[in-house]
């Protein structure tokens, strides 16, 4: 889908929100979501051998706190700027700049998939795509994080009381 007036698609104006300030965000305005991040990941039990996508990845903190937990990393963001940031803090995870829309992975690619503030109503067909890349999952989960089960398929709740990696 584009942007009416422009040849651009409309997930690619992103980059002018968001993405002007993306050293500002890095710094200031996400370091504030570390505690959500950390919890998240205690929860879904990310751990060494994990492959990981977040979607809306932005500057890369949540990649970076999943690939202390020895999780192997991916991410995709629509602001090119975001994903410079998060390529320098985790140079050796697969960072893209792309349509969650139209994630360019292939199907059960991944068993942990988050996304932290990206996937809103307007963007339904994200949620297919993240099942498509975690493969069969035997029942629905949030769309703020899924988790492909190892045994017993666990589900996403809100963030509690945060764990270790973050300041207080």
């Known amino acids: 889908m584009t942007k009416p007036g422009t040849a651009l698609p409309q997930w ?3 980059d002018e ?3 002007r300030k993306a050293v500002d965000f ?5 370091p504030g979501n570390c505690r959500e991040y950390v919890t998240m990941h205690h929860r879904l039990g990310v751990d060494a051998g994990d492959r990981l996508l977040d979607v809306a990845c932005g500057s890369g903190l949540a990649i970076e706190l999943a690939r202390l937990r020895g999780a192997s990393c991916s991410g995709i963001d629509a602001s090119p700027r975001l994903a410079a940031v998060a390529r320098d803090r985790n140079p050796e995870c697969d960072i893209r700049v792309g349509d969650m829309n139209a994630l360019p992975w292939d199907p059960a690619s991944f068993d942990v998939v988050t996304s932290f503030r990206g996937i809103w109503g307007t ?4 949620v297919a795509e993240i099942h498509r890349v975690l493969g069969q999952l035997g029942h629905r989960q949030a ?4 988790r492909r089960p190892r045994g017993r398929p666990r589900t996403a709740r809100r963030p509690g009381r945060a764990g270790p990696g973050c300041a207080p």
């Not at 890095?26 to 996400?30: G, I, P």
């Not at 769309?143 to 899924?146: G, K, L, M, Q, R």
């Open 143 to 146: 769309p703020v994080s899924s």
């Open 17 to 19: 929100g968001w993405g």
């Open 123 to 126: 963007t339904p067909g994200a």
């Open 12 to 14: 690619a104006m992103v």
């Open 26 to 30: 890095a710094t200031l305005s996400e």
